[in-house]
Nanobody, 122 residues
Framework: VQLQASGGGLVQAGGSLRLSCAAS????????MGWFRQPPGKDREFVAS????????RFADSVKGRFTISRDPAKNTVYLQMNSLKTEDTAIYYC????????????????WGQGTQVTVSS
């Protein structure tokens, strides 16, 4: 599976962005799509995930109430809507796929997109 992330950019604090992750082949429903981010100088961290078959989602505490995740099966695409952005949301954002439901560990994800930069200015 090839994943293509897009939608990053520069935005002021309080603003919004929507990231997209298009997958080349998502014929099977037994997986979970996730978003991770890597702030400058820090480790990659979990942001949000969505189970493809029923859209069950989960979020990191740091983004709860501000970010939402959704998927469009017809387009093989998962979205991350980011609202009320903060400077600490600045990072490279990655989408990834796992067959380990509920996992928030990068190591459990076998397929990764190339990353898209999100920069939030004060």
């Amino acid at each position: 599976v090839q994943l293509q992330a897009s939608g990053g950019g520069l935005v002021q604090a309080g603003g919004s962005l929507r990231l997209s992750c298009a997958a080349s082949d998502l014929r099977f429903s037994w997986y979970q799509m996730g978003w991770f981010r890597q702030p400058p100088g820090k480790d990659r961290e979990f942001v949000a995930s969505i189970r493809w078959k029923d859209a069950k989602s989960r979020f990191a505490d740091s983004v709860k109430g501000r970010f939402t995740i959704s998927r469009d099966p017809a387009k093989n695409t998962v979205y991350l809507q980011m609202n009320s952005l903060k400077t600490e949301d600045t990072a490279i954002y990655y989408c990834a796929r796992t067959t380990t439901f509920a996992s928030v560990e990068p190591g459990d994800h076998s397929d990764w997109g190339q990353g898209t930069q999100v920069t939030v200015s004060s």
